[in-house]
């Protein structure tokens, strides 16, 4: 079935759909996203996505490009325009086109680039993935120093995903020198030892996950208890429990590391209950 998507204020075809070659996102990739999760049609954690999308446009030097709630309409509108039942929709800001290719910024009034399309993920929060968990390899982390900005310069994450791949592997998590975790390809990552919650605190290091803050809520007002400091591979190889946090993978066990089981080498169940909390609660509040 083709998508109908979203291009600066036009709802179109797929296959219709146009942005500029000397588009800045194109050339320069410079702009940034937000995937927001969708089950049973409704919108996860939206006001988490739209107050990041504007700290991440804040950072570049752009504008917003709508409020939020009409933002929040045209996330409305698409779901519903593609019947997406469970899925999720992405929505790309762009510094747009200034029609021709210079690394200096054109100027500000040069209009953004915006794009939403759906994606389906029939069952998205049943994931048999899930059930099983991750196992994972880890690669040194060689991105750039601003991970806090969500911006769409994929592609390490993308050879790091592939890495893994290559691997057998589920995912890889990217590593500084002496093995410290920074986040997993595209999420956040934790360990749980001796029912402590770790995950690594907030900096231009890593990306301020939405769904590891709902989690670290969660995790609060259960009673459990979360300590935000770097930890290393092995200290996670040697952990009770590990998972991984993002929007769409909602809270993923890891269950190996680097060829080494986590725990007895199954989904811990301090991360079944979390997942099990963030799931309901989403669903709950959902708009
Ligand atoms: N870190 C990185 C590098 C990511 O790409 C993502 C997913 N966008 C996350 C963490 C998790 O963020 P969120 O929970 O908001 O999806």
Redesign the pocket.
């Known amino acids: 079935m083709s998508r109908i998507v979203y291009v600066n204020g036009a709802f179109v075809p797929e296959a219709e759909a146009r942005v500029s070659v000397f588009d800045r996102g194109f050339l320069m990739a410079d702009g940034v996203y937000e ?1 927001t999760s969708v089950l049973d049609g409704r919108l996860i954690d939206f006001a988490g996505h739209a107050a990041r999308l504007r700290r991440s446009l804040g950072e570049l030097g752009m504008a917003a490009p709508m409020e939020d709630a009409a933002l929040l309409a045209l996330h409305r509108e698409i779901v519903a325009r593609n019947a997406v039942v469970d899925g999720l929709v992405y929505l790309q800001v762009t510094r747009g086109n200034p029609g021709d290719r210079d690394f200096a910024y054109p100027p500000a009034d040069t209009p953004p680039t915006v794009v939403l399309f759906t994606q389906s993920k029939p069952g998205l929060a049943e994931s048999p993935v899930a059930e099983a968990g991750w196992r994972v390899i880890s690669v040194p982390d060689l991105r750039w120093g601003r ?1 806090d900005i ?1 911006t769409v310069q994929l592609l390490y ?1 993308s050879m790091a995903k592939m890495a893994a791949k290559a691997a057998g592997a589920d995912d890889a998590w990217l590593t500084e020198p002496g093995g410290v975790v920074t ?2 390809s ?3 990552t934790w360990i749980i030892s001796g029912g402590r919650m770790v995950t690594r605190a907030l900096s231009h290091d ?2 301020s ?4 803050a709902a989690v670290r809520a969660l995790a609060a007002e259960a009673g459990i208890a979360v300590e935000e400091r770097a930890f290393t591979l092995a200290e996670a190889q040697a952990a009770d429990e590990a998972f991984a ?3 769409t993978a909602f809270v993923m066990p890891v269950v190996e590391i680097d060829g080494v089981k986590v725990g007895d080498g199954r989904p811990g169940p301090l991360t079944r209950r979390l997942r099990a909390l963030y799931v309901a609660e989403m669903r709950r509040a959902a708009l």
């Open positions: 995937v991970r969500k994450p986040e997993g595209s999420n956040n890593i990306l996950g939405i769904t590891r946090t993002s929007a």
